[in-house]
């Protein structure tokens, strides 16, 4: 029976992992350890909390002893190794907590893994996933390729690069069987408003400014959430030892062009005038150091291993939206509390 520990379970991602996880591999019990900081949220998990395979367990990464004792507990065979500081906006104020979470939290994962593995390697799986934000930023042409080099230029890209150096640095060196994945921007259920697409549904739900950073002419190349669970699942069972894969949409939006069209298709759905949502875009200052255009060439994992995204940006986007119409609990339970301090600091200087 595989044992598989899941990083992050209770996170925007990791939830939709979990699932799917539990959904395909039915012989396995699915150990989710979160540390449930700001991001990870246990309603993510509602539906599935009951599940025979599925454990919970409240621990943070950064803590080493007590992570051999969850390997050893529960005789982990597999991780999926999804934990970390997520947002570029957090890791230029604070990066300090990125390299604790990041760096720190994923080296202790990979020695917590090492000394309970020892050298008896057969059926085990390190996988850890990661950004396409490590290959820094592009003009207007191009892709990241797998053999794109590393060129981080946030304090969050830089500490999942190091993250995936420890992580290459286990596998040359003790023989670690380990797989990476690098996956473009993610957008679906269960995203935590802090970031763009949830965070101007939200603020157009409340008829509040849409704070678009510069001119909006950055590119991003937007993943639906569950076609990365897919492609995480995909490389999980039929990856390849040491390599990494590209995970991405060929979906590349401005970010103005993106936020119009959440405008609109929030204004249809609500039944308001045409053009009423779009009055709130506000232009404010740029983010520091900010990445021009992100664009992932993924056709290793489309050709060596099948997996090709399943839905039309237009049509994931309405089902986010529906969602976030439909969980209008959810929405409020993350947004009290420390999301308005967040947003008044983040969003509110002068
Ligand atoms: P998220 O911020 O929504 O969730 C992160 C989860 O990790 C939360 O549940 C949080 O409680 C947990 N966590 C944070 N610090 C921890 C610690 N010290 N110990 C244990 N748990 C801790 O992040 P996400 O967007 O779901 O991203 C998941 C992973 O996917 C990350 O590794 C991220 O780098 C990667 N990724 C994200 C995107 C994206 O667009 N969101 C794209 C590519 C890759
Ligand atoms: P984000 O969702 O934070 O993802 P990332 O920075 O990891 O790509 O941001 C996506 C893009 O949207 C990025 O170019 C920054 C921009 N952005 C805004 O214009 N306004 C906002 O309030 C946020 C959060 C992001």
Same mark, same amino acid.
């Given at each position: 029976?595989?044992?598989?520990?899941?990083?992050?379970?209770?996170?925007?991602?990791?939830?939709?992992?979990?699932?799917?996880?539990?959904?395909?591999?039915?012989?396995?019990?699915?150990?989710?350890?979160?540390?449930?900081?700001?991001?990870?949220?246990?309603?993510?998990?509602?539906?599935? $909390?009951?599940?025979?395979?599925?454990?919970?367990?409240?621990?943070?990464?950064?803590?080493?002893?007590?992570?051999?004792?969850?390997?050893?507990?529960?005789?982990?065979?597999?991780?999926?190794?999804?934990?970390?500081?997520?947002?570029?906006?957090?890791?230029?104020?604070?990066?300090?907590?990125?390299?604790?979470?990041?760096?720190?939290?994923?080296?202790?994962?990979?020695?917590?893994?090492?000394?309970?593995?020892?050298?008896?390697? $057969? *059926?085990?799986?390190?996988?850890?996933?990661?950004?396409? $934000?490590?290959?820094?930023?592009?003009?207007?042409?191009?892709?990241?390729?797998? *053999?794109?080099?590393?060129?981080?230029?946030?304090?969050?890209?830089?500490?999942?690069?190091?993250?995936?150096?420890?992580?290459?640095?286990?596998?040359?060196?003790?023989?670690?069987?380990?797989?990476?994945?690098?996956?473009?921007?993610?957008?679906?259920?269960?995203?935590?408003?802090?970031?763009?697409?949830?965070?101007?549904?939200?603020?157009?739900?409340?008829?509040?400014?849409?704070?678009?950073?510069? $001119?909006?002419?950055?590119?991003?190349?937007?993943?639906?959430?569950? *076609?990365?669970?897919?492609?995480?699942?995909?490389?999980?069972?039929?990856?390849?030892?040491?390599?990494?894969?590209?995970?991405?949409?060929?979906?590349?939006?401005?970010?103005?062009?993106?936020?119009?069209?959440?405008?609109?298709?929030?204004?249809?759905?609500?039944?308001?005038?045409?053009?009423?949502?779009?009055?709130?875009?506000?232009?404010?200052?740029?983010?520091?150091?900010?990445?021009?255009?992100?664009?992932?060439?993924?056709?290793?994992?489309?050709?060596?291993?099948?997996?090709?995204?399943?839905?039309?940006?237009?049509?994931?986007?309405?089902?986010?939206?529906?969602?976030?119409?439909?969980?209008?609990?959810?929405?409020?339970?993350?947004?009290?509390?420390?999301?308005?301090?967040?947003?008044?600091?983040?969003?509110?200087?002068?």
């Amino acid at each position: 029976m595989k044992n598989i520990l899941i990083t992050g379970g209770a996170g925007f991602i990791g939830s939709h992992v979990v699932r799917l996880f539990l959904e395909t591999y039915k012989d396995t019990r699915i150990i989710n350890l979160d540390a449930l900081t700001y991001a990870g949220n246990l309603e993510n998990l509602r539906d599935i $909390e009951d599940h025979p395979n599925y454990t919970f367990v409240h621990q943070d990464i950064t803590d080493l002893n007590s992570l051999r004792k969850i390997f050893k507990e529960y005789e982990i065979s597999h991780v999926v190794h999804l934990a970390a500081e997520s947002h570029v906006d957090r890791s230029i104020e604070e990066p300090l907590a990125f390299v604790e979470t990041n760096v720190i939290g994923t080296v202790n994962l990979l020695q917590a893994t090492k000394e309970y593995w020892g050298d008896n390697f $057969e *059926d085990k799986l390190f996988y850890h996933v990661s950004t396409d $934000e490590v290959y820094g930023s592009l003009n207007e042409t191009g892709f990241f390729y797998e *053999d794109t080099a590393y060129d981080p230029r946030s304090p969050y890209s830089a500490s999942k690069a190091s993250s995936d150096h420890f992580v290459r640095a286990y596998y040359h060196t003790y023989g670690l069987p380990i797989v990476i994945s690098n996956c473009s921007n993610n957008y679906g259920p269960n995203h935590f408003p802090e970031k763009l697409i949830p965070l101007m549904i939200n603020n157009i739900l409340h008829k509040k400014p849409l704070p678009v950073y510069g $001119e909006g002419l950055n590119v991003r190349d937007w993943l639906f959430v569950k *076609d990365h669970a897919r492609a995480i699942s995909t490389i999980f069972s039929k990856g390849k030892l040491g390599e990494t894969y590209n995970i991405g949409g060929h979906n590349e939006w401005t970010n103005i062009d993106l936020v119009k069209l959440l405008c609109r298709l929030v204004d249809q759905k609500m039944g308001n005038p045409g053009g009423q949502s779009e009055e709130l875009i506000t232009f404010v200052k740029d983010r520091a150091g900010h990445d021009l255009r992100y664009a992932i060439d993924a056709s290793k994992l489309k050709d060596e291993l099948g997996w090709v995204p399943s839905l039309q940006f237009e049509e994931g986007l309405s089902q986010t939206i529906d969602w976030f119409l439909s969980n209008k609990e959810w929405l409020e339970h993350v947004t009290s509390g420390e999301y308005q301090k967040y947003y008044a600091k983040m969003y509110n200087k002068s």
